[in-house]
């Protein structure tokens, strides 16, 4: 007979009634957690097995699939779109990089310069979500369309002759290229990168800025020595909330890009929804999702920042 | 070189604004073109100026019927999420128990993991289960990935509430449900509101997710989707700007609410 506190975690004990209500019992924290967690184990771990699964099944949509641990499927998923995560990882690291050198500042601007306006400053960065980011990934469409404002300051400048021979624009036009969309993966996951970066600037104590300077460092140096290692924490959280959601994004390459830059997460689209070969699907998101980890870890090893993530 | 050594002391200012700009000017584009005449199935180029759209926002076909069922289960998954999520936050927060690091893990790996990869294995699991892909399964998919971002979010409030206020509650003779209702709920209010108010615009926007787990159900989300293949009525524009100026009025009364309390307690 197992009484209601030796029973093991997240077992359904028999609901504890006759416990007196004053006394906390020990088991408060699992009965608090078990419909929460039983939904993520249901809908989110459990799913991942059933992917797994049917990554290494053959057969077809008529006929049915039977797990045949034929893990060919992996190889075959890399052969043939190796360039599409080649090109998935280029395009979220440039986006990333971009999220970084554009969000600093403002990051910057509200926690030490904004003052007063800190507060309407705040909600015009987080306001725009509440527009469908759809919506406004196709707004994009009207800022770079051939022959707009945008494209006519490029080409006046002679920027997209540089841009074209690098290969990132393609003759006079901005949409469908690489361009365009790093400039949407950008803009869309922006705001990923200034909050987290806001609330670390935001922690550093204004004195540490003052002693810097007392101590004769100028404004660039006490950044590079004071500031920006102190936001590190903001640093690797943004870059993260910004890398992981634009490496598996089909919708910017999709509706800003061409055929020519189609990242992973169109093909993994296409594969399941379209093409139902459902075991080349799983074979590439569980590639994505193993690559994106691995990049994750090393990235957090490096950074020395294990304990603030 | 007065006006070169001005730039220089307010480049970070400058630059910030810039920003700013960026991230703003589709939300002006999507305004301006909301009073649009377009020519046409597509409103990517500007013709005429015309109030049409906002005296008649729902005269699109179907869009008014994605909206409220994108509100639907926007208003569900946060009902949800905050519920379950809070459970969890106060469980982690509150108590020592075994296995709290793996559950730790179990919470951030949703966030952590790209939504297509969620999407898809999702879909797999509805699949061999045989069920109806809609309304259901919509909802069952929001309410999975909002829960991580309300527990952090009430985490991150209850974490720095001082312990001493409950106490000092029971000391006074307050029941542990007074207490609750009293005491710790009026503090960890604010992030629990936060919490809410990220996963209700979280599965309002989502789109990935629900792309792979909707079936024939149409979301606003997808909606718009399919109007960037078969021509963008000038109404999306229209619920688009009006979203805009909802959210920044609702945080703006938020904003007035809590000064005014603030000045009451001092």
């Known amino acids: 007979m197992t009484t209601v506190t030796d029973a093991p975690p997240l077992a359904p004990a028999p609901a504890p009634k006759e416990r007196p209500p004053r006394r906390r019992g020990r088991l408060t924290p699992y009965w608090l957690l078990l419909p929460g967690l039983l939904w993520l184990v249901v809908f989110f771990a459990l799913p991942m097995v059933y992917q797994a699964s049917t990554s290494v099944q053959t057969g077809s949509l008529e006929e049915g699939y039977k797990v045949t641990w034929h893990f060919a499927t992996y190889w075959d998923a890399v052969a043939d779109y190796w360039p599409q995560f080649l090109r998935s990882i280029a395009y979220a690291g440039t986006a990333t990089i971009l999220c970084l050198l554009l969000g600093y500042p403002l990051a910057y601007l509200i926690a030490f310069r904004a003052g007063r306006w800190r507060n309407l400053i705040l909600i015009l960065v987080i306001a725009p979500f509440f527009t469908s980011f759809l919506i406004r990934t196709l707004a994009w469409k009207t800022i770079l369309a051939d022959g707009g404002p945008v494209v006519g300051a490029l080409n006046s400048l002679h920027v997209l002759d540089v841009t074209s021979w690098l290969g990132v624009t393609a003759g006079d036009r901005v949409l469908a290229t690489p361009l365009a969309v790093v400039c949407g993966l950008t803009y869309n996951f922006l705001p990923f990168m200034i909050l987290p970066l806001y609330t670390s600037l935001e922690r550093i104590d204004g004195r540490l800025h003052e002693a810097a300077g007392d101590l004769y460092a100028k404004p660039f140096t006490t950044f590079r020595k004071v500031t920006f290692p102190l936001s590190m924490p903001g640093v690797v959280s943004g870059t993260l909330l910004t890398f992981i959601p634009a490496s598996g994004d089909y919708v910017n390459a999709d509706l800003l890009g061409s055929t020519d830059t189609r990242m992973v997460g169109n093909v993994i689209q296409t594969q399941f929804l379209r093409i139902l070969d459902y075991p080349t699907a799983a074979a590439l998101s569980f590639i994505l999702m193993a690559g994106i980890l691995a990049i994750v870890t090393l990235y957090i090893r490096k950074s020395g920042t294990e304990d603030l993530v | ?266």
């Not at chain 2, 179907?62 to 639907?72: A, H, K, M, T």
């Not at chain 2, 001493?164 to 509650?169: D, G, I, K, N, P």
């Not at chain 2, 792979?212 to 989707?225: H, I, L, Q």
């Open chain 2, 1 to 266: 070189m007065a006006l070169l050594r001005w730039l220089k002391s307010r480049l970070v200012v400058i630059a910030g604004l810039l920003t700013l700009g960026y991230l703003l000017l589709p939300n002006i584009v999507v305004t301006v073109f909301s009073f649009n005449n377009p020519k046409g199935r597509f409103n990517y180029e500007w013709q005429q100026f015309s109030t049409d759209a906002w005296t008649d926002p729902c005269g699109v076909a179907d869009l008014c019927g994605s909206l409220s069922l994108s509100l639907q289960i926007a208003g569900w998954a946060t009902l949800g999420a905050t519920v379950l999520g809070t459970m969890i936050a106060f469980a982690l927060v509150r108590y020592r128990f075994r296995a709290r690091g793996a559950v730790n893990s179990l919470i951030f790996l949703p966030m952590a993991m790209p939504e297509v990869v969620m999407a898809a294995s999702l879909l797999t699991l509805f699949l061999n289960l045989g069920a109806q892909l809609g309304f259901w399964t919509i909802l069952i998919a929001h309410i999975m990935f909002c829960l991580s971002f309300v527990v952090t979010a009430v985490k991150a409030r209850v974490m720095s509430m001082d312990p001493r206020l409950e106490q000092a509650a029971q000391d006074l003779y307050a029941g542990p449900v007074q207490t609750f209702v009293r005491v710790t709920l009026p503090i960890a209010a604010p992030g629990i509101a936060a919490g809410a108010l990220l996963a209700f615009a979280l599965s309002f926007d989502d789109f990935i997710i629900t792309n792979f787990n909707a079936g024939s159900t149409v979301t606003f989300p997808m909606f718009v989707w399919g109007s960037a293949q078969r021509g963008t009525p000038v109404q999306i524009n229209v619920i688009g700007t009006a979203m805009f100026i909802v959210a920044v009025l609702f945080v703006l009364a938020g904003m007035v609410i809590g000064n005014r309390r603030n000045r009451q307690k001092a």
